[in-house]
């Protein structure tokens, strides 16, 4: 047990040392519409050009009024994985739209989908990022057909 956390305080330790700007991981959370929370964390992988490539998992909350009685009822997660092309390249930050697959369950029920959507990166001095993503889903199966909204997040170097 002394190894595993002597481990784990050595590898946060050393992680600033060899931050670079190719790869980061992604933590976002957002209300998505109809009545769902979202939370998501992932693993970026940019390209020379500025394009990325991400892997995600992805965990929410789809609840119905009255959201006292309702509310962990109907829970989902799932994971996928993304392209983003980047469209403009600012100052300090940049614009890319995104496309991707995911799968996953709600409560019990499988379900696969797409998603597609834009995201704003703002890079602060230490490479830092703050992200706000319009994200748009369809799903197939069972869970929401359609789930869209914004979600905001922070992007931190590895």
């Not at 190894?3 to 305080?9: A, N, Q, V, Y």
């Not at 509310?71 to 993304?82: I, L």
């Not at 392209?83 to 696969?112: D, I, M």
Request: contains cysteine; hydrophobic residues 40%; glycine residues 12%.
């Amino acid at each position: 047990m002394k190894r595993i956390i002597f481990s784990i305080l050595t590898l946060i330790c050393l992680l600033p040392a060899f931050a670079g700007e190719k790869e980061h991981l992604t933590i976002n959370a957002g209300y998505l519409y109809p009545n769902t929370l979202n939370a998501n964390i992932g693993f970026e992988l940019k390209t020379e050009n500025g394009h990325a490539y991400e892997v995600f998992g992805e965990l929410g909350d789809h609840w119905r009024t009255p959201v006292c009685h309702n509310f962990w009822k109907g829970y989902y997660w799932d994971g996928g994985a993304q392209y983003k092309h980047q469209l403009k390249r600012l100052k300090n930050g940049s614009f890319r739209v995104f496309g991707g697959a995911h799968c996953g369950a709600e409560q019990t029920h499988f379900f696969f989908g797409i998603r597609a959507g834009f995201e704003y990166c703002y890079v602060f001095k230490n490479n830092w990022q703050f992200s706000v993503t319009q994200l748009n889903t369809v799903n197939f199966l069972k869970g929401d057909l359609f789930r869209n909204g914004l979600m905001i997040g922070f992007k931190i170097p590895l």
